[in-house]
């Protein structure tokens, strides 16, 4: 299912508010009715008057609202399933959101300089599939291998370190779990890109290279930050981040170790700062990988179904004016709307 027109659904926001306001004009109501006597004396005085039927007329009106919004955005169902065959690569990418990344040693920081990378090599992406993996003590799959680009795009968007409450960074479980990504098609190049400043607390990121490099995925290294170092910063403050003892604390680009995890999972180490040269030996490395034929299954028609919902916000419409706000005499027997009063007795 999709939306043709997806900006009329920002509209549903309006719904909490109109249901705000409701209540709260019911409160002031209820307040004023107050100043004329009892409540339930007024009930006897009043026995046509009923408590919930002008609650029943105002659901149906917001629900009637909501369906004609979602008419609007135009709904549709995919009809036919097309296999498509493309010639193309499998790319797992494994990002570092631990803390260290939001060191600026590279401009606008770590994060987002990898960030923008990861970008421009999606948006580079045309026939080819790819997956993305966040780590740092911990690590979790964000994004299985697609070819969706525009979801790969918006979950990297998301991405901060506040996700992964286990801070540290293990790159051999980023690089174990990115290996787990891949599809099983034969031939097809396959590559890892794990972008991080190296500081690896955990261990054995070597070995889990070797094992991906053993299955035909080669293990790209890319650093991101400087060997001299860079103090921590705390978000939303002007302070870094501090030790036990108070000093504050510089994470540094551990680049031997990343050159030997490259050197391990047979890939390369790219070197990222605030020049272009990062990109453009990404690129480069991409283009040798092998390509091979793909297949992708999608949705190729698409039928309209705005109207579904026109008709039933029809309905509502109908039913809250055949709805009245007063008791029916004609209807009294049925009891939809029981009102305690003289009119029960």
Not at 16 to 42: F, I, Q
Not at 173 to 184: G, K, M, N, V, Y
Not at 282 to 297: C, I, N, P, R, Y
Request: glycine share 6%; hydrophobic share 45%.
């Amino acid at each position: 299912m999709r939306f043709e027109s997806p900006i009329y659904l920002y509209a549903l926001a309006l719904i909490p508010m109109l249901v705000a306001l409701h209540y709260a004009m019911a409160v002031v109501r209820l307040r004023r009715l107050r100043r004329y006597g009892d409540p339930d004396l007024l009930r006897e005085l009043m026995p046509d008057v009923s408590r919930w039927r002008p609650e029943a007329k105002f659901w149906l009106l917001t629900m009637a609202f909501a369906m004609m919004l979602v008419c609007l955005a135009r709904p549709q169902y995919g009809t036919k399933l097309d296999t498509s065959t493309r010639r193309g690569i499998e790319a797992v990418i494994a990002l570092d959101v631990s803390n260290s990344m939001l060191a600026q040693d590279v401009s606008p920081s770590r994060l987002e300089k990898a960030k923008l990378l990861i970008s421009s090599l999606v948006g580079s992406m045309t026939d080819d599939k790819v997956g993305l993996v966040v780590f740092a003590g911990d690590a979790f799959v964000q994004l299985p291998i697609t070819s969706d680009y525009v979801s790969a795009k918006m979950f990297l968007d998301n991405i901060s370190p506040e996700m992964i409450s286990v801070q540290g960074t293990d790159l051999a479980h980023a690089i174990d779990l990115a290996s787990r990504c891949f599809t099983q098609q034969d031939g097809v190049g396959r590559a890892i890109f794990v972008i991080t400043d190296g500081e690896d607390n955990e261990g054995g990121a070597v070995e889990a290279a070797r094992e991906a490099a053993k299955k035909g995925q080669r293990v790209y290294v890319l650093g991101v930050g400087s060997p001299d170092g860079s103090p921590i910063p705390i978000p939303g403050t002007n302070r870094f981040i501090t030790d036990n003892g108070g000093t504050t604390v510089v994470s540094r680009l551990n680049e031997a170790m990343c050159r030997e995890v490259a050197q391990a999972g047979q890939g390369a180490y790219i070197y990222v700062d605030n020049s272009s040269s990062a990109q453009s030996a990404l690129f480069g490395h991409v283009d040798k990988l092998a390509k091979a034929e793909m297949e992708s299954t999608v949705y190729s028609e698409y039928n309209e179904h705005n109207r579904d919902f026109a008709w039933i916000a029809l309905a509502l419409l109908a039913a809250e004016v055949l709805i009245l706000s007063r008791r029916n005499r004609y209807l009294s027997r049925f009891r939809l709307f029981r009102q305690r009063g003289l009119a029960d007795k």
